[in-house]
């Protein structure tokens, strides 16, 4: 059992994450560093390398990997929360074009990732979509105010329309299922706007415990 001096107010471990550039291979010769807006708060043991750009209060939990070391770039929106072990990683050579741009991976405005989801590019998920616990999107499009319910996995290809709920274990791999599903119930947009307004909170709420001013190497100065 930890015994702290009363004295010690606020975290005593070391705020450390790791931020920078993609290695240098074939797939990306060249070595690009996130763009991350100073609003943004990243989480202990968060992980991100590569072109990703992440825009304004934006929460990024503990444990999360952001890789855009194979697919690339990787664009997250603002008002976004990225819970605790989230990963979005991408494959070489798979886009998705958005504005004449491509992405790896898009994510618009006031989308929420809950523990442990798997976002894997090419991939698409438009404004206050949810994508529940341990779910996993990949080539795929999710409309807006989507929610994809835990354990659903939503893949092959598939444009989600918006307000569409991918129920509880549900695997949506073709077109078809994907036109079949029912719209969202108001008891889960209820939950899945109660999540957005709580994660808008925590970026200020965190730096403020953690404090703002932290070096490039991640830690806490």
């Not at 109660?194 to 001013?213: H, T």
Request: with cysteine.
């Amino acid at each position: 059992m930890w015994n702290y001096p009363n004295h010690l107010n606020g975290p005593l471990n070391i705020y450390s994450y790791y931020v920078g550039s993609n290695p240098i291979t074939t797939l990306n010769p060249t070595p690009i560093f996130p763009k991350i807006n100073k609003t943004t708060f990243l989480s202990p043991f968060t992980y991100i390398v590569g072109d990703v750009r992440i825009r304004k209060n934006t929460f990024v939990g503990p444990f999360v990997s952001i890789r855009a070391d194979e697919g690339t770039p990787f664009y997250i929106g603002s008002n976004c929360n990225l819970q605790d072990g989230v990963i979005l990683h991408g494959l070489k050579n798979k886009h998705i074009e958005i504005n004449q741009k491509k992405y790896s991976i898009y994510m618009d405005d006031e989308v929420s990732c809950a523990h442990g989801a798997l976002i894997h590019g090419p991939c698409q998920i438009d404004q206050k979509a949810f994508v529940g616990f341990k779910t996993i999107v990949y080539h795929a499009h999710i409309g807006e105010g989507s929610f994809i319910a835990s354990g659903a996995v939503v893949t092959g290809g598939v444009t989600l329309k918006p307000g569409s709920f991918v129920p509880p274990g549900a695997h949506i791999d073709t077109q078809k299922k994907a036109d079949s599903l029912s719209p969202v119930p108001k008891n889960e947009v209820e939950f899945a706007l109660e999540v957005q307004r709580v994660n808008q909170e925590f970026p200020s709420a965190y730096s403020m415990l953690f404090g703002k001013d932290r070096c490039t190497c991640g830690l806490s100065c």
